[in-house]
């Protein structure tokens, strides 16, 4: 009843894109398992945050496959980056699954502004800039030392409402 019609319309794409991305990543399970966690952050917080999921999530995804952490190997990072790490490749599969031209270059700000540690002014923007600040927390969870830093240091850049009561659940 409160799906909003783009999440509708947005599912059979999403589908197509994550079959495409495990694809290419068949060899690297734990970057489509950080993109496929990236993408259920943002969602949950899609349940209470405006924004466009037919941009945000495939922005995620690409982004949770491509964000640099201190705990995924070097070499991982550079694989992905090197198969995945340019418009490009973001724009084929893109168009692969089905993604209209005009989102497609949205998204491809979106990832890009991410990538960069920037933000674009707009709900997007922000929601993809609060999952990914997050996933890096989930991905810090079993590094205490490393963890309540981390968590000082994303407190004062997350965006959204959402983002800040997930954030909870990292303090102790």
């Given amino acids: 009843g409160d799906v909003p019609e ?4 947005a599912s ?3 589908e197509r894109l994550k ?14 398992q950080n993109a496929l966690d990236a993408l259920l952050l943002a969602e949950t917080m899609m349940m209470k945050e405006e924004g466009n999921p037919s941009l945000i999530k495939p922005a995620v995804l690409f982004a949770g496959v491509l964000f640099k952490s201190e705990l995924v190997p070097e070499t ?6 090197e198969r995945l790490g340019n418009i490009d490749s973001w724009v084929e599969l893109m ?4 993604i209209e031209e005009p989102n497609i270059k949205k998204i491809c ?8 540690d920037q933000r674009l002014e707009n709900d997007e923007s922000a929601i993809i800039w609060d999952t990914i600040q997050l996933e890096r927390l989930i991905l810090l969870e079993e590094e ?3 963890l309540s830093e981390a968590v000082s240091e994303v407190e004062s850049l997350l965006q959204t409402n959402s983002g800040k ?5 990292f303090k102790k």
Wanted: charged share 30%; aromatic share 0%; proline share 4%.
């Fill in 76 to 81: 991982d990072q550079n694989e992905a980056n």
């Fill in 95 to 98: 168009d692969k699954a089905g």
């Fill in 109 to 116: 700000d979106l990832i890009q502004t991410t990538l960069d």
């Fill in 6 to 9: 783009e999440a509708i319309s």
């Fill in 12 to 14: 059979p794409i999403i």
């Fill in 165 to 169: 009561q997930m954030l909870k659940r």
């Fill in 144 to 146: 205490d030392d490393l």
């Fill in 19 to 32: 079959a495409l991305l495990h694809k290419e990543l068949i060899n690297q399970p734990a970057r489509m």
